[in-house]
């Protein structure tokens, strides 16, 4: 069954520093998305990207977060500057048509 | 407001017994609605969906009820085993398309006792 990849699974950065976490979504889908997870609260959407744009944000995307779609099958989410409230998992999700969402197995994010 | 919220943050049942996990909703327009379950340190994984269209939707030893009147869904687990111990939530586009974002409730911990 064909899965999205997200790597790395765990990722620890020092507070200030710029971190990519990286998401290979299911070929053949249009519609790519990150949300977060801080521990044991709910899951939060972040930004939504279709036809290699962001189509949508939440107040969590601020300035700091960025999103690209690079090469076709890769899928990234940059923090520019990393603050404590960042550490989180971080999970990448994606779907083809109006329904179906896959979701990526997380990347735990710990800033010190 | 929250779209969409549980009534229980924790649910303890015995091995064999169902379980029945509920969630509310607060939009009438949302007319899509997704369970998900989540072990730990993994990412949330479908297990079944309704549309407003219907009441009740059945998949292999999970059922989801939907009451549009009172914007009420429930998951209902039969025979439930260790297996099933996970986070359980509920989630909907925001009342919107299906293309619109997620919108996931706060989630139910159910835990099986052997």
């Known amino acids: 069954e064909p899965e999205v990849t997200q790597t790395p699974s765990h990722q620890v950065t020092q507070m200030g520093q710029e971190v990519i976490l990286r998401c290979v979504p299911i070929s053949n889908h249009l519609y790519f998305y990150w949300y977060r997870q801080i521990l044991g609260q709910k899951v939060e959407f972040l930004v939504s990207?279709?036809?290699?744009?962001?189509?949508?944000k939440s107040e969590i995307f601020d300035d700091q977060f960025s999103v690209e779609r690079p090469d076709g099958s890769n899928f990234t989410l940059k923090i520019r500057s990393t603050k404590l409230e960042d550490s989180a998992m971080y999970f990448c999700?994606?779907?083809?048509?109006?329904?179906?969402?896959?979701f990526g197995s997380g990347t735990r994010l710990t800033v010190v | 407001g929250e779209s969409v919220g549980l009534h229980l943050p924790t649910l303890s049942v015995q091995e064999g017994d169902n379980s029945i996990i509920n969630c509310a909703y607060s939009n009438s327009a949302s007319d899509y609605f997704i369970w998900y379950k989540q072990e730990s340190g993994k990412g949330p994984q479908f297990i079944i969906d309704?549309?407003?269209?219907?009441d009740k939707r059945q998949g292999q030893r999970v059922t989801v009820l939907l009451n549009k009147t009172v914007k009420h869904l429930s998951l209902q687990i039969a025979a439930t085993q260790p297996g099933d111990s996970a986070v359980y939530f509920c989630?909907?586009?925001?009342?919107?398309?299906?293309?619109?974002?997620?919108?996931f409730g706060k989630g139910t911990r159910l835990s099986v006792i052997a």
């Open positions: 999700a994606s779907k083809r048509a109006t329904y179906g969402y896959t």
């Open positions: 989630a909907e586009p925001g009342g919107g398309s299906g293309n619109t974002p997620l919108v």
């Open positions: 309704i549309r407003s269209n219907m």
């Open positions: 990207f279709y036809n290699n744009e962001i189509s949508e």
